[in-house]
């Protein structure tokens, strides 16, 4: 996310309170304004399933080809030769790294389509679904891993060149949390040299500047960080916003106060 200096907040000495649109909050500096009393507020559950969606649909992009099949189509190819066959999807299994929100919302999505969900977090949470304590073998048991985590200094380049190792060569990593996890240099090595399969990818680490050589790979779909860009629930995160204002200076319980300062 966008990041809030401390020396911007220094030159705001009456500030009460910083309205995040978003769900993550990894810009602000949260232990600062713990320190100065400032409140934090985010917008959660608002967008958790248009973000889940997109999550599902660069699995299907990737694991199915849907993107390339598309340039074969509109390329005049299919009338030369028929098209490549694909990988079915029911019985795969996904890796979710961080089952939050947006995590369960995923997995759900996932078992309903015969998808395997085993997952991975700060311990095992009372859900029908794998837990494997390590993120290295959490990407060696998947066929698709899925970055669902909150960004920030404690999970910067958590996938690294030994987590894509790990998946190996018939895996698919998906990002729809934030490009900072990924070692976005491992990332497009591994996809050169065949390390890994493919990715699905909808953040990155300096946007909207993406890693060049990604542009020539056949094997990646990017987007432009969609995860929450509909109409309605861009609506509905606007309205959380403002909840969160209009309750603070009413003097009411804050709607969604991160849990750091709960």
């Given at each position: 996310?966008?990041?809030?200096?401390?020396?911007?907040?220094?030159?705001?000495?009456?500030?009460?309170?910083?309205?995040?649109?978003?769900?993550?909050?990894?810009?602000?500096?949260?232990?600062?304004?713990?320190?100065?009393?400032?409140?934090?507020?985010?917008?959660?559950?608002?967008?958790?399933?248009?973000?889940?969606?997109?999550?599902?649909?660069?699995?299907?992009?990737?694991?199915?080809?849907?993107?390339?099949?598309?340039?074969?189509?509109?390329?005049?190819?299919?009338?030369?030769?028929?098209?490549?066959?694909?990988?079915?999807?029911?019985?795969?299994?996904?890796?979710?790294?961080?089952?939050?929100?947006?995590?369960?919302?995923?997995?759900?999505?996932?078992?309903?389509?015969?998808?395997?969900?085993?997952?991975?977090?700060?311990?095992?949470?009372?859900?029908?679904?794998?837990?494997?304590?390590?993120?290295?073998?959490?990407?060696?048991?998947?066929?698709?891993?899925?970055?669902?985590?909150?960004g920030g200094?404690?999970?910067?380049?958590?996938?690294?060149?030994?987590v894509l190792?790990?998946?190996?060569?018939?895996?698919?990593?998906?990002?729809?949390?934030?490009?900072?996890?990924?070692?976005?240099?491992?990332?497009?090595?591994?996809?050169?040299?065949?390390?890994?399969?493919?990715?699905?990818?909808?953040?990155?680490?300096?946007?909207?500047?993406?890693?060049?050589?990604?542009?020539?790979?056949?094997?990646?779909?990017?987007?432009?960080?969609?995860?929450?860009?509909?109409?309605?629930?861009?609506?509905?995160?606007?309205?959380?916003?403002?909840?969160?204002?209009?309750?603070?200076?009413?003097?009411?319980?804050?709607?969604?106060?991160?849990?750091?300062?709960?």
């Open positions: 996310g966008t990041v809030t200096p401390t020396s911007l907040l220094d030159a705001l000495p009456k500030l009460e309170i910083i309205s995040v649109f978003g769900v993550g909050y990894d810009g602000v500096p949260v232990d600062y304004c713990r320190k100065r009393g400032i409140k934090v507020t985010h917008t959660p559950d608002v967008l958790t399933d248009d973000v889940a969606d997109v999550a599902v649909a660069l699995i299907m992009m990737t694991g199915r080809g849907f993107v390339r099949l598309n340039r074969f189509v509109q390329a005049g190819e299919w009338l030369k030769r028929g098209a490549e066959l694909t990988t079915k999807l029911g019985g795969r299994t996904v890796g979710i790294l961080g089952l939050g929100r947006i995590g369960k919302a995923i997995a759900k999505r996932l078992t309903a389509m015969g998808m395997t969900v085993a997952y991975t977090g700060r311990k095992p949470q009372d859900v029908p679904y794998r837990f494997i304590p390590d993120l290295k073998g959490l990407a060696a048991a998947s066929d698709f891993l899925v970055v669902a985590c909150p200094a404690e999970t910067k380049h958590l996938v690294d060149a030994d190792a790990a998946l190996g060569r018939k895996g698919t990593i998906v990002n729809i949390a934030r490009g900072s996890i990924i070692d976005e240099a491992a990332l497009v090595k591994a996809l050169a040299d065949g390390t890994i399969k493919a990715a699905g990818l909808d953040v990155f680490a300096d946007e909207p500047n993406i890693p060049q050589p990604l542009f020539a790979m056949d094997n990646v779909v990017l987007l432009p960080h969609v995860g929450s860009a509909t109409h309605e629930t861009r609506k509905a995160m606007g309205d959380l916003c403002r909840a969160n204002l209009d309750a603070w200076f009413g003097g009411k319980p804050l709607p969604a106060l991160i849990p750091e300062l709960s």
